[in-house]
């Protein structure tokens, strides 16, 4: 038998015990028992939350300097294109001065 075989089996075990230990309880310790339950099932969807809002913030930072950055760029290539006009504009009326 392999290390899963073994540690599958010892699940099934444990399992196993621990349903028994459930039914044969009384009815206060099985009320402890579904309390420590939804306790945990509480805790757990409440971190899943937690976690979920996380990413939906750093998503939103991430995009929000992505916009940030983006417009930066647009608005250095139209000042470049900007300074690219005006210096073809000069070249164009040094050119028709020359010519006149």
């Known amino acids: 038998m392999?290390?899963?075989?073994?540690?599958?089996?010892?699940?099934?075990?444990?399992?196993?015990?621990?349903?028994?230990?459930?039914?044969?309880?009384?009815?206060?310790?099985?009320q402890m028992v579904k309390d420590k339950i939804n306790t945990a099932k509480d805790n757990f969807n409440k971190w899943g939350s937690d976690l979920k809002d996380k990413a939906n913030n750093v998503a939103s930072q991430v995009q929000d300097r992505a916009n940030n950055v983006a417009s930066q760029v647009q608005d250095k290539a139209n000042d470049i294109a900007s300074q690219a006009q005006d210096k073809a504009d000069d070249v164009a009326n040094k050119a028709q001065g020359a010519v006149s």
């Open 2 to 30: 392999g290390n899963k075989t073994k540690g599958l089996l010892a699940l099934v075990g444990i399992g196993a015990l621990a349903y028994w230990k459930y039914k044969n309880s009384s009815d206060e310790d099985k």
